[in-house]
């Protein structure tokens, strides 16, 4: 099984909203990564969590706030964004960092109005 | 900075035919590649990993890797319309597991 599990897989939030996206895999991976991705672009790496803890931040604003509740669940809090934060949000796991074989969510469809 | 190289395409080939899908990374320490496919929509979906110079065959999918040329490709035998997709080329970026992904390759296949 090589599952992971994103909610919701479309959101439309306005640009004072507070909104989040939710990640959730039971493959006993330790690492977990956001990823945006644009139109016809490739998927842009953001945040990194090993063992639970931020390893990777990459350098995005503040408006975007991970978190990791558990080795399980990777949550990413959405406040004030922009229209040109409109994107598919990915998340991936794998087992470790070092192992680098990572999975992807379904990704969920971000609009920002 | 570390980069990856596809050409972005569209490659075309007939129904039957052999697609080969090509990348090149800038960073001579790389150890672990990984070849992805994206339906439009979609999330990319891991279809081959490599690691070791040489190939590496699963079904219609034949991963090869060669450091000495920083290149690595994804030859799909008997191309089905259904493998029409974009192809994304990733390196691992760093000691935290980061993947590190090429423009991706437009794959079309004609019946």
């Known amino acids: 099984d090589t599952e992971v599990t994103q909610t919701p897989k479309h959101l439309v939030m306005g640009m004072t909203n507070k909104k989040s996206l939710k990640c959730e895999q039971h493959?006993?991976?330790?690492?977990m990564y956001w990823y945006k991705q644009k139109a016809k672009k490739p998927p842009e790496l953001m945040f990194v969590?090993?063992?639970?803890?931020?390893?990777i931040n990459e350098s995005v604003p503040s408006r975007f706030s991970p978190e990791c509740p558990n080795s399980s669940l990777l949550n990413l809090h959405l406040h004030a964004l922009q229209p040109e934060d409109s994107a598919l949000y990915l998340c991936?796991?794998?087992?470790?960092?070092?192992?680098?074989?990572?999975?992807f969510g379904q990704g969920t469809r971000l609009t920002v109005v | 900075q570390k980069e990856v190289e596809q050409n972005s395409g569209p490659l075309s080939v007939p129904e039957g035919a052999i697609a080969s899908l090509n990348c090149t990374y800038s960073?001579?320490?790389?150890?672990?590649f990984f070849w992805y496919r994206q339906y439009s929509g979609k999330s990319p979906e891991l279809i081959m990993s490599?690691?070791?110079?040489g190939d590496k065959e699963d079904g219609r999918f034949t991963a090869q890797l060669n450091k000495a040329s920083q290149y690595v490709s994804l030859l799909i035998r008997d191309s089905q319309p259904s493998d029409s997709a974009t192809y994304l080329c990733?390196?691992?970026?760093?000691?935290?597991?980061?993947?590190?992904f090429g423009k991706g390759t437009k794959l079309s296949v004609k019946p």
């Open positions: 991936a796991s794998s087992q470790s960092s070092g192992y680098t074989e990572a999975f």
């Open positions: 493959m006993g991976h330790r690492a």
């Open positions: 969590y090993s063992y639970e803890k931020l390893s």
């Open positions: 960073d001579r320490g790389s150890q672990s």
């Open positions: 490599i690691y070791s110079n």
């Open positions: 990733a390196v691992k970026g760093g000691s935290q597991g980061n993947l590190i």
